[in-house]
């Protein structure tokens, strides 16, 4: 499925802005416009994604309820911790 974009963002730069960009889109091989595009959308997601309050919609916060409350495997970790402790080494220095 094809989308339309039909939504214009218009910005200003200073001439090694605009030489930085047309380079990377050309490293990039892409068209300096979906360069500047998918690096500011893939930015924002980041952005966005740091945030502390997310909102969600019911089933969405169901989902994540259902998963919080599902038994995990925890074999591996009660493994882990059952290693003895690189702190636990005594650790002797031989100066004589």
Known sequence: MTTIKDQRINLRAEARQ???????????HT???????SSAV???????ADRRRFEASAEQYDEFVALLDAPIE??????LFARP????IKFVLDDE
Do not use: C, Y
Request: no cysteine; glycine share 0%.
């Open 31 to 37: 068209s300096m416009s979906e360069f500047i595009l």
């Open 18 to 28: 605009e030489a930085l960009l047309r380079q990377a889109a050309s490293a990039s």
């Open 74 to 79: 925890t074999t591996k970790l009660a493994d």
């Open 85 to 88: 402790s690189v702190f636990d």
């Open 42 to 48: 893939e930015r924002a997601e980041r952005v966005l």
